[in-house]
Nanobody, 123 residues
Framework: QVQLVESGGGLVQAGGSLRLSCAASGRSFSSYVMAWFRQAPGKERELVAA????????YYTGSVKGRFTISRDNAKNTVWLQMNSLKPEDTAVYYC????????????????WGQGTQVTVSS
């Protein structure tokens, strides 16, 4: 198993930046595809970005392409989400997730989740 703890959320003005971190503990971090999801009030949870085990592949949902960057350091057991040019519609709780069963990239299902961190973008 792996335990995930997110940090770095907060309140930022539109156009600003935030960097989310997700620290993992437990089984070998490099065994997992890592992803960031978000859920806004009244909306379904959506996959924002994902990164393969050794950073060979990344995925971004269309609304964040060119603004967000996912990265990881397997030696530090950490994945980040750099968010630039933030918009009010990026406001949500952001969750880190991990999955080690790979049938496709990005995976459709994730077994491990963090507790979430709130990101609020003011206009």
């Amino acid at each position: 198993q792996v335990q995930l703890v997110e940090s770095g959320g907060g309140l930022v003005q539109a156009g600003g930046s935030l960097r989310l971190s997700c620290a993992a503990s437990g089984r070998s971090f490099s065994s997992y595809v890592m992803a960031w999801f978000r859920q806004a009030p009244g909306k379904e949870r959506e996959l924002v970005a994902a990164i393969s085990r050794y950073s060979y592949s990344t995925y971004y949902t269309g609304s964040v392409k060119g603004r967000f960057t996912i990265s990881r350091d397997n030696a530090k057991n950490t994945v980040w989400l750099q968010m630039n040019s933030l918009k009010p519609e990026d406001t949500a709780v952001y969750y880190c997730a991990a999955e080690d069963t790979l049938e496709q990239f990005p995976p459709k299902e994730y077994d491990y989740w963090g507790q979430g961190t709130q990101v609020t973008v003011s206009s």
